[in-house]
């Protein structure tokens, strides 16, 4: 815990070469921490189901910090970049210690990585977040995908959006949806591209008769998202996915890729998913919004929202709101105009009419036992809920 009183998950040797390196993020991923933070000065430390714990006895010093950063890369491009004043994103694998798969090769475990330049009491230091990646992508029933959604994602054209803040799962999720999509008939057949900063899942070991995925990774294959995109017009694409939506050029691009007849993924930063078609209209220069409100509603066919929260037995639970837009519903939007059409949205999400609000998902979690009193009433106060007062 947060006072050290308990050690659980400490690794009880000093990091000084690769090996050691391996078998303490293997013990990492045993004790079940999801992501570590190294910083220079302090000790390190993982969070597990939301809370932190102390991995190490030990203060992590200056040359220590850039051992590590040398170790998990192999290189010292992370000290490159962060003395250039730039952070660092990466995603590497190292071997399990004790599984093997079926043909007897020691499993992978995957790691999502960041490294950022942070001040430091007598010289400028740096914080590493390294984040785990299960081996496999998930199933969506695993995931708590609502089922009678898939026929909404599994289209020859128009764009999924899936909103939530950073760590929300949102790239599990489309990872789930992906898996479905190569090992289902689904509309989608033929040749899946993404683009990810940095690519997370992989998908080697999943077997597809009518897909192929190729993932590349901005900016180490290609510069920028919008690059990505608009290089997928060029490779025959089945299904177009795009890790973050963040900027004017690449929502355009999307939309153009939607509007030649390609299903789209990709995602944003919004609060839940009445928000969404405002906050990508956002990103356009003001004489533009018009014109791409309109774009936008025409290329939308489902819009989610999901935050993750503690689950009751341990883990974690996704939380989602969603919103279907059928063809009707794009008139409509585009009748409501960009002032009137987050009112429109937010009745079709309190109607539950191909809808479901937050409100209405913490409820049905609650009732099913899968979140707590304490975890309803603190998601309750963050959408706006009424909160029973306990007596």
Not at 18 to 27: G, P, Q, T, V, Y
Not at 109 to 127: C, K
Not at 294 to 320: A, E, F, K, W, Y
Not at 329 to 358: C, F, I, S, T, V
């Amino acid at each position: 815990m947060l006072d050290g009183k308990r050690d659980d998950h400490v690794f009880d040797r000093h990091i000084q070469n690769s090996d050691d390196l391996k078998a303490f993020l293997n013990h990492a991923i045993r004790t079940q921490v999801s992501d570590v933070f190294i910083q220079a000065g302090k000790r390190i430390r993982g969070q597990v189901h939301g809370r932190l714990v102390f991995l190490t006895r030990y203060s992590v010093q200056i040359d220590q910090m850039n051992l590590l950063l040398r170790l998990v890369i192999g290189s010292d491009e992370i000290r490159t970049a962060l003395a250039a004043q730039r952070d660092y994103d990466a995603a590497f694998s190292i071997p399990d210690e004790t599984e093997t798969d079926g043909h007897g090769v020691a499993k992978k475990h995957r790691f999502r990585l960041n490294a950022t330049a942070v001040f430091n009491v007598g010289a400028d230091g740096g914080q590493v977040v390294l984040r785990h990646i299960p081996s496999e992508p998930p199933l969506l029933s695993a995931i708590g995908f609502p089922e009678h959604l898939i026929p909404e994602f599994t289209l020859q054209q128009g764009a999924f959006i899936i909103a939530g803040e950073t760590g929300s799962g949102k790239t599990t999720t489309f990872a789930g949806c992906i898996r479905y999509v190569l090992t289902n008939d689904t509309p989608i057949k033929g040749n899946i591209v993404t683009y990810e900063s940095p690519v997370e899942y992989l998908f080697t070991g999943i077997e597809s008769d009518h897909c192929i995925i190729a993932q590349s990774e901005i900016p180490r294959h290609l510069p920028t998202f919008e690059d990505g995109v608009r290089n997928a017009m060029r490779r025959k694409p089945a299904l177009v996915v795009i890790g973050e939506m963040r900027d004017a050029e690449t929502i355009q691009a999307a939309v153009e890729a939607s509007n030649t007849g390609h299903p789209v993924f990709g995602t944003v930063h919004a609060s839940h998913s009445g928000m969404i078609i405002q906050r990508m209209v956002q990103r356009y220069p003001s004489y533009a919004q018009h014109q791409a409100f309109t774009d936008i509603v025409q290329i939308n066919r489902l819009l989610m929202s999901q935050t993750l929260v503690p689950r009751v037995g341990g883990g974690r639970v996704c939380l989602r709101d969603w919103i279907v837009i059928t063809p009707e519903r794009q008139e409509e939007l585009l009748a409501a105009g960009y002032e009137g059409h987050a009112r429109l949205m937010k009745e079709w999400m309190q109607n539950g009419d191909h809808a479901q609000d937050m409100l209405t998902t913490i409820s049905k979690e609650f009732i099913a036992g899968t979140i707590d009193e304490v975890t309803r009433d603190e998601a309750l106060k963050r959408y706006g809920g009424t909160i029973t007062t306990r007596s």
